[in-house]
T-cell receptor, first 109, second 114 residues
Framework: GQNIDQPTEMTATEGAIVQINCTYQ??????LFWYQQHAGEAPTFLSY????GLEEKGRFSSFLSRSKGYSYLLLKELQMKDSASYLC??????????FGPGTRLSVLP | GAVVSQHPSRVICKSGTSVKIECRSL??????MFWYRQFPKQSLMLMAT?????????EQGVEKDKFLINHASLTLSTLTVTSAHPEDSSFYIC??????????FGPGTRLTVL
């Protein structure tokens, strides 16, 4: 079967660094995506990892370890606007996505 | 990135009526689109994969006769919720594949069934 796990909620302080972890078990794995979703809005694409290692994009970085079935999203210099849900999604061949439950991040002043 | 639109953004209907939601790819041709449903404080659940010119592929547990999907052109897929009931109230989101394997999501449609 397919299973993706993330922490349900996290809290961090403005200006800090936060790491959101994601573990997955899926057949035909073809990449790990991270999306940001503000309440009442559709998800927006943040990052995509298909090979092991770290992908850096501005304040956001994403890491993947295929052997461990593990990924994390790293957010630096947190801003209030970063308060949102962060969804990890595993893509399999055929491009079906399986989404994790999402992590609701609250950034406090 | 690709632009995907949905219409309507919000709809309120009476129980027993049918509601059609449109998903359009505005600047590219989409042979495959995906329909998701999201309940409050939950993640996205894939309902079906919509394929242009052929029948949709439904996920386990999704009633194909209740959620009718039509993908008649390369830029339009529609989801019709037939005989809607209050438990069908949800946030419905469509997406389309990009060149880099990512999915681009429409803005979503919030359905409320009274």
């Amino acid at each position: 079967g397919q299973n993706i796990d993330q922490p349900t909620e996290m809290t961090a302080t403005e200006g800090a660094i936060v790491q959101i972890n994601c573990t997955y078990q899926t057949s035909g794995f073809n990449g790990l995506f991270w999306y940001q979703q503000h309440a009442g809005e559709a998800p927006t694409f943040l990052s995509y990892n298909v090979l092991d290692g770290l992908e850096e994009k501005g304040r956001f970085s994403s890491f993947l370890s295929r052997s461990k079935g593990y990924s994390y999203l790293l957010l630096k210099e947190l801003q209030m606007k970063d308060s949102a849900s962060y969804l990890c999604a595993a893509a399999n061949y055929g491009q079906n996505f399986v989404f994790g439950p999402g992590t609701r991040l609250s950034v406090l002043p | 990135g690709a632009v995907v639109s949905q219409h309507p953004s919000r709809v309120i209907c009476k129980s027993g009526t049918s509601v059609k939601i449109e998903c359009r790819s505005l600047d590219f041709q989409a042979t495959t689109m995906f329909w998701y449903r999201q309940f409050p404080k939950q993640s996205l659940m894939l309902m079906a994969t919509s394929n242009e010119g052929s029948k949709a592929t439904y996920e386990q547990g999704v009633e194909k006769d209740k959620f009718l999907i039509n993908h008649a052109s390369l830029t339009l897929s529609t989801l019709t919720v037939t005989s809607a009931h209050p438990e069908d109230s949800s946030f419905y989101i469509c997406s389309s594949e990009g060149d880099g394997n990512e999915q681009f999501f429409g803005p979503g449609t919030r359905l409320t069934v009274l």
